[in-house]
Structures are given as C-alpha cells and as structure tokens.
C-alpha cells in the first residue's frame, strides 16, 4: 500500500514538474533528504526515484517557459572551485574506484544544488523549497519526539534507513538545522493552525534530537539557543523561556542519557570518542604527507596503519572538518570553511538590508535563522560526517536565490509567499522606526 500511494504521489508531482523545473527540485529534494522510498516494503524500496527527478527536472528546464537564471556569487563560485578540487582529488587518490563512486554520488548533489539555483526566483518558489526540507526532517522529529516521550527517553532515536541521516548523531544534527526553519516558518505564517502546528513539531523534533543521545547534539543546541538568545529583541523573556523549555526537556529525560551526554568531560575513557580523536590524527597526518589528500576513501586499515597513532581503530573521521582535511588536504579545507564562512556573511548582509522596508522584513526573519541553522551545523557538524549532506547546501540555496529576489526588487510585486504567508504586523510595527529613520 505505501509503494502505491508514494508512487501515485511522484507521478502526479512529475505530471506538474514537466512544466515546471522548480518543481522537479522540490522532488528530487523531498526523495533525496527524505528518503521516502526507504520506509516502504515492496518494489519502491529501490526505486530510482531520484534519478527519476532529476531527469525530469532537466527536460523541464529545456522546454518550460519560466525563469531559469544562474547567478555567479561568491558562495557559488567558491563552491565550483570545492567541486573542481575534488576531482583533483579524486584523480589522484589512493583508493581510486571507492573514491570515483563517492565523487560520482557528490557531483550529483552540487549540481542539483546549482539546478536549484537557477530555477528558484520567486518568494514563493523559495518558501516551497524551506517547506520541503523541513517537513521531509520535521516527520522524523514529530516521530522520534512521540518515541521519545512514550519510550521515556530510554530508548534511542535512529534516522531512515539509507542516506546521509541514517544514524542517531545525524538525524539529530539534521533536526536541529530544520527547528529554526521551521521556527521562520511559523514567523511568517498568517494562518493560526499552521503557527501552531509548527510550534508543535519544532518541540517535538527538540525532544528527538535529545533522544538521539547525541552529544554533538546537545552541544549544537546550546550553541544555538545562545543565538537565538543574542538575536532576540527581548532578551530577558526568550532567556527564560529557553530556560524554562531547556530545564523541563532535561529533567524528563532519563538518568542513563544525563550519564551518556557526561561523557562530554570525560571523553578519555570513552572508546568511541578516542576512535573519533584517532581518526582526527590520521586526517592530520595524511594531510601534511600529501598535498591532494587521499581522496574519499581514506578510512582503510592500509592508510590507518601508516598515519594513525593507533592503527588498531579504524574508524570514519566523523567530522565535517577532519573529514575534508584528511580527503582533500588543506586547500580543501580552506574552500570548505570559506564557502560557509561566505553563506553566514550574506545572510548578515541580507539581514541588514532586508529591514530596511516592511515589504522584506521576512527576509530579515529568513536569513537570521539560516544562520542559527549554518550554526547548528557548524557546531554539530564537528562530530560527524556531513560535509556533503544536501541539507547544508539548501540553505546555501536559500539564501542566494533571496538575495537575488531582493536585489531584483520582486518585492514590489510579490507582497506574499507559500501559503500566503507575509511579515508579522506586530513585528514589523515594531521596526516601524527604523524604516523611518534610514534615508531613501
């Protein structure tokens, strides 16, 4: 019955996709971060749903009538460099053909990242697009939020089978990045049911990144909701509510998680942790010793048995950042962290000019929250390997193709979004002098 209904679903999305390539990006997106397939039993388990997508999304964009603008920014160019240095790499890497595969499975994901991005114009194209990425995460945080409370936190939370979130510390890295999207949804949502029910889920989703019993997690979350606290207006209440939320989740969860996420000071006798510092070492070493790196597949006992201090744990780096160093040396490095480093820049500089009018105050909402997201990932991201997780790179979306709604002046036009959604009244009330005092 699930293979039924989830293939009924993608041939009326496709039906509409063949004129419309956003809306093939919104498949490909809601197959590729969700991995809907994987929860159904029969033939759709292995179905190539996303190659399926993506081929549609091309001959729409080769016949459709809409817009479809690439832009060049310093993001997306530092991202084509990342991508071309990766096939340096790869070239050149130590295990050849586990590596072309890796690359093979990255490439795809960058270019429907770039595919996004020239098709993507509108406000509405862009709220489609949050919307996609946060239910298809946010149905495993109202799941896992519901498994959590009835199991009482004992019992721990695992992503879908399949894909970049199939273990705990992913899927809660990735639930973190999703509650302050949902969190912007909810902003700028004009109907009460919606506001509402997204507060429920971003609880919800809260409560299974706890259930995760990922310590990256709670680290990601404190990081966070400190923030979220320096971006509130008013700092004393959202101080307290935090705190009130945080001390309420805490205290319910059971005594074997508060001793799991202890372990944070006490990591040197956590086997897993010293695994992961290992890891870290060989990365380093590897690094220094060849200029490429060692290409994707580096985690092999050969290349442990040269670099790590102890050659006898073989584990995976479990960190976006040792993971690009030992895979693609230093310059990788570099072009990973500028590439981030250049997103969070834009998103402040698209929260500056956004306030300037009512009409763009949602992108003011909108960008302060990709950064508490690009945050969350940064912090999370620390401890496991999602350096070519979609999810990051949407945001990345997100936030270029706003930035070319604004400087096109769509605002003038488009005075809502999905789901009619617009700036707060109240809030942007609130901001009404500003506008005022900020010179035509």
């Not at 995460?137 to 695992?158: L, Q």
Request: aromatic letters at 14%.
């Amino acid at each position: 019955m699930r293979d039924l209904a989830l293939v009924l679903v993608l041939l009326v999305a496709t039906f509409y996709a063949l004129k419309r390539p956003w809306v093939g990006v919104m498949i490909w997106t809601w197959v590729s971060i969700m991995n809907p397939h994987k929860l159904a039993f029969g033939f759709a388990h292995a179905a190539p749903f996303a190659a399926i997508a993506a081929a549609v999304t091309f001959v729409s964009m080769v016949f459709t009538k809409d817009k479809i603008k690439f832009t060049w920014s310093p993001p997306v160019v530092v991202l084509l460099l990342f991508v071309a240095w990766m096939t340096l790499t790869t070239v050149f890497s130590v295990h050849s053909t586990a590596s072309w595969l890796q690359l093979n499975k990255v490439f795809k994901i960058q270019l429907m990242t770039l595919v996004a991005l020239a098709v993507l114009h509108e406000r509405k194209h862009i709220e489609f697009f949050i919307w996609i990425n946060v239910l298809s995460i946010g149905f495993y945080g109202f799941k896992g939020g519901i498994f959590t409370i009835t199991s009482g936190g004992g019992a721990r939370v695992w992503g879908p089978p399949g894909g970049f979130i199939e273990g705990n510390n992913e899927l809660a890295v990735a639930l973190i990045m999703c509650i302050p999207l949902m969190n912007y949804l909810r902003v700028v949502a004009t109907r009460i049911w919606i506001r509402q029910g997204l507060l429920v889920v971003m609880l919800l989703s809260t409560v299974a990144a706890l259930g995760t019993q990922s310590r990256g997690a709670l680290l990601a979350l404190s990081a966070m909701g400190a923030l979220l606290w320096l971006r509130s207006d008013r700092k004393i209440v959202t101080g307290i509510m935090v705190g009130v939320i945080a001390a309420g989740l805490l205290a319910f969860m059971p005594e074997s998680w508060s001793e799991r996420m202890g372990t944070i000071q006490t990591y040197e006798s956590d086997g897993s942790a010293m695994g992961r510092i290992n890891a870290w070492q060989m990365t380093y070493n590897l690094a220094n010793d060849r200029f490429l790196g060692g290409g994707f597949a580096i985690y092999q006992p050969d290349l442990y048995a040269i670099y790590a201090p102890n050659p006898n744990i073989v584990l995976g780096a479990h960190s976006i950042y040792f993971a690009v160093l030992g895979e693609h040396g230093w310059v990788g490095l570099f072009l990973f962290l500028l590439l981030w480093l250049l997103t969070f820049m834009l998103a402040g500089r698209l929260r500056k000019q956004a306030r300037l009018l009512p009409e763009t105050m949602w992108l003011y909402y909108l960008a302060g929250m990709c950064q508490v997201s690009i945050i969350g990932y940064a912090v999370g991201g620390a401890f496991l390997a999602l350096q070519y997780f979609d999810l990051p790179y949407n945001l990345m979306v997100i936030l270029l193709a706003a930035d070319r709604w604004l400087k096109s002046k769509a605002y003038e036009n488009e005075k809502t979004g999905a789901f009619g959604s617009a700036a707060p009244v109240g809030r942007m009330k609130a901001k009404k002098k500003t506008f005022q005092a900020v010179p035509a």
